[in-house]
């Protein structure tokens, strides 16, 4: 860290501040400029505590952290893509993958169609909320246990794994009973200890970015993952709250190729919550697939104008199919594979095509 | 709502949207202008689902919400201001509360002399987390159960009540042991299920904004409060994130105004978080109450600078007294009152003075 | 537009609106709902006052605009895109143009090699900035007049047509002397007596997104343009400002998807100033090109660690030319036609290979 | 500057970043520390080129400035208050004052009756724009000269110093033959053409806060007008761009708090754009004394529903009057005093009550 001390310090301030550093773990270093004081303080950042709070001290202007402060899920530490495992499906490798499936879940008929026309088109993965945080109480807030159980259902039938939303740790036991991959949710990207006992599960994570969340703290999200012992986890960037609301949040696809230049995880794209409108949706897929993503996440509803939720962003089973054409061009000069088809699985450790 | 088409509709468009939006339960009114045909959607919207499905289909272009949907903390459907009962301190009447303390609690000696500073230059109520949300796995986290016994102890050395943060459900039972009022932070302001789990408990719940959340979205946290029996809630703005970095956060007054115009709960500011530098708390806490809060939340520490967190915004027993001090002619110019010192509280029901 | 009045408002005040909106110009036609009424308000908001001074009645809750607010540039008003054209290039149609160069024009040597290397490696157009805004006025400011003189002979030598910026009016005449595009920053993208001017110039203008600028503002600085005359107008998204400072701003894909779905504009992409750090700029190329843009404008500069302004952003000769090649395939997905290399100018109307 | 090198650099690395540093003036020192190895170079920069182009090279991760880029308005290098004297008024003072009138100018009638009104009421300068920024080009642009020529006559008869905004430089002659302060808008806060021209009329500027300037940017355009030998500069703060859409802006009176710690410049508050909305505009104006704001700027219109523009912000003369009676005990709280009614001037130079 670099200690930046206000104009014309002192020696007793300068040998106070050092005494600081000193006490605090870390060695300093006094560099007296032409206008400026600095204190470069030499130690590991991740494993002292922060010198933070020397910027409380009178004779100090500000205090400059230099070193990241993840250290799991850093690309620095363990430069090798980490590869998170679903059933057959491989996330982080070569292979493109395509997470579909409607918003909420409504009724076994509305899942099982969307289901079987989302991997007819290419998708390998389903996702469906049982669990909905709503901005608004009065909103349908999911049909929890029942909506578990439907999923249940059509993953027998289809053979598709299953990502569903985690909201609160005392659902989480029934939630993985069905779901192959727990998703946390942006309210919740700050929500530590749902974090830690989701990551105790062992379950895969799609870990989506907070609405007002900075790269650096996504990664530090994701580190919490790692921490507690659960390194499959999979980033979704899905848009940050901005001044534009022509579009229900930013998509910040710069956050995508940053995220896998710093960290060692998989990153997925949402264009669906980015935009917030269906008539996006494709255009924002492929420039996802250009951008370096390992994935998208898409919400696809048979009725999108009767959903139960956030009708305005789901597409219809056809936009979906011509969205997935579209995007074969764009994965081929991306370099990616096409995965395989799911198979379907009949009990855990079987399969079968 | 109203739901514009897109333009030169069709008679069997309008027709459509007109029948769609009678099945969703309301009354359509059309009216064809010179550029745009609307469909005006009679009928109360916080009782039927919303309209904004229709958006996807393709002859609508919008669908824009008329109505708000917060009911319970609504000023327009209880005027009043809801007055929050803490013990002995009643917030939101007309005597202004001052919660002070440090950030978390670190030792009891550490908490007892804060709480004895902070109560000596008149605050009413005592904070400090035991449970700390901190954005790194590696920064201290709090002491949990020890620091909850630790503000058991001082609470009833000092007869201040206690404002403490819960991260969790199922750690709600314990701090409700200790906590007169639970906090619930910025980052779990969208946690709808640990917002449903407080209301439950029946304590006073101070609700802190989200650092990304619109005045709308944190009046509908307050809701869900309200909505599942517990209208005890005290609103405190803490600042939003925004493009500026000089300051932790922005603070937003006019979000303190409006809130009080909206809402008919009490409305308190947390200069220190929204700061994040603790030589602006004094001016902004003066800036406070003449916007029209109803009370200070202001993190104090005996020696910031050995803070295990937060500790750049943390003011010295000192400078919380001379803010105290400065704050008095701005509270008597906002026609404020200055509340007793709180009473010792011997067992629940007792006090003594 | 829609009047929503304050809840059950008295007929004299529903009566008093209706004659406001009248008064105004518009035809009102009132709904009294369950719980708001509003009057609708019929009439062309582009040739009428808006109503939203009405807000400021008593019984007035809110005006909301229904209508867009630019004409010439909507592709509702005229579908087809424009075409603009630069010599002997035309964008907007199929053909993908690169616009590469320098932040700044420091020396003819300069100019000159990096116009070789990027005309080698396949742009069509060359950048470079005689007048700079920058933020500190110790910064670089640009060479000016001998700025413009070398772009002169560097276009004469290699043919490239010439994209510089203008920072005001009285530069502007000097400027269209070598200039064949002339650029609008973001920092004036809001100043519209500097847009009215070059409108009357006749020269193409490259309109950048201003920093905080949304959608329909920055289209409505389009309009400004096109009022004046020129419809020779090419959008250029470079990033927003939020609060994520891992890169210098945040490029908005969805922008570009949504500009090109209502404007009849081209639209490019300028990644460097988004970015703000060369080592994003070919991924976030690839991905403008697969959400649609119909060029890009990129920062090159012989010795980036020796620029003058931007050095951080700015690619070398190699890395461009890698970044080239690297669109190819993304291109070809996209549907695109490389276009010819610009044909060298030797007099105006006159030209060689 | 912090040169941070990318991890584990070779001693040549060090060796090459260390040589690029001298060849840019400043003098290295490197400090190898357990994770990062960091250059901190010594000189002072604002007077040489910013180490930041380094950032450009493979074995640098990031430059960290650690130097204010301001100069002549910062409080370090001249602690005493500049204060601006317009006419008999002094602003920066013990003297507080309000600046209050319509958006724009309209007519003789209207202004002469609102001046009359705002000086009654206690304001000490006369607002009204001849030239307005208009982000529609359909919108109403202001009379113009016709403008300026009423605002004179005005000001002849009420002795009320006027303040109006500048939108380009060729317009600049005629207003500050009636303009007593050059009025920046937020659309032109980085306009650095026309903050140059504005500083060499020698006339005082009023310099708003660009809607997505920092602090420190505002800072430095103010450092473009004292570098231009204009010292006559007053700070005006009104709101700056976030998500929250409530209101027009979200005020910043943070930055108001922190503008004067780091400037020597008077800085005011302009509640009405900030806010965009009536019916907060008193209590942020009694917050903005709080915070220490030297003044405020104010909208009032005599029929604000008729208003030719910003019509739903603006506050009737009424609404004013009892604006300016509630400030007096924040006044008064701040240690305010109550500046003299302006004197009304015959010919320049001689003057009469």
Not at 29 to 43: E, F, L, Q, S, Y
């Amino acid at each position: 860290m670099i200690v930046v001390l206000t104009p014309h310090p002192s020696t007793s301030d300068v040998r106070y501040v050092e005494r600081r550093v000193r006490e605090l773990g870390y060695k300093p270093h006094t560099i007296r400029g032409a206008v400026r004081t600095i204190v470069a303080a030499v130690g590991d950042e991740t494993k002292r505590q922060t010198l933070e709070v020397l910027a409380t001290l009178p004779m100090v202007e500000k205090v400059i952290p230099i070193q990241k402060r993840y250290r799991l899920v850093s690309r620095e530490v363990e430069p090798q893509t980490y590869r998170v495992r679903v059933g057959s499906v491989v996330m982080g490798g070569p292979a493109f993958h395509v997470i579909a499936g409607p918003c909420s879940v409504e009724s076994e008929r509305q899942i099982l169609s969307t289901a079987r026309a989302v991997r007819a088109a290419g998708a390998t993965l389903l996702r469906g909320g049982a669990f909905k945080p709503r901005t608004s109480p009065y909103d349908f807030q999911g049909l929890g246990g029942a909506g578990l159980r439907i999923l249940r259902r059509v993953k027998e039938e289809t053979g598709l794994p299953i990502v569903s939303e985690a909201v609160n740790e005392k659902d989480l036991d029934s939630l993985i009973e069905v779901a192959d991959v727990i998703q946390i949710g942006a309210r919740n990207a700050m929500n530590y200890s749902l974090l830690e006992a989701a990551a105790r599960t062992g379950r895969p994570v799609i870990l989506k970015r907070g609405m007002a969340q900075t790269i650096e703290e996504w990664l530090l999200s994701a580190e919490y993952l790692a921490k507690n012992g659960n390194h499959q986890v999979i980033l979704c960037e899905r848009g940050i709250r901005t001044f534009e609301r022509a579009t229900r949040n930013t998509l910040d696809l710069s956050a995508v190729v940053l995220a896998k230049l710093e960290s060692n995880l998989p990153v997925i794209v949402d264009p669906s919550h980015a935009a917030g409108r269906h008539d996006l949706v494709a255009a924002l897929s492929n420039a996802a697939v250009a951008a370096g993503a390992d994935g998208l996440m898409i919400e696809v509803h048979e009725h999108p104008e009767q959903a139960a939720s956030d009708g305005s962003q789901q597409l219809t089973h056809e936009a979906f199919r011509r969205l997935m054409q579209g995007l074969q061009p764009f994965l081929r000069a991306a370099g990616r594979t096409k995965p395989p088809a799911p198979r379907r699985v009949l009990h855990r450790g079987k399969t079968r095509r």
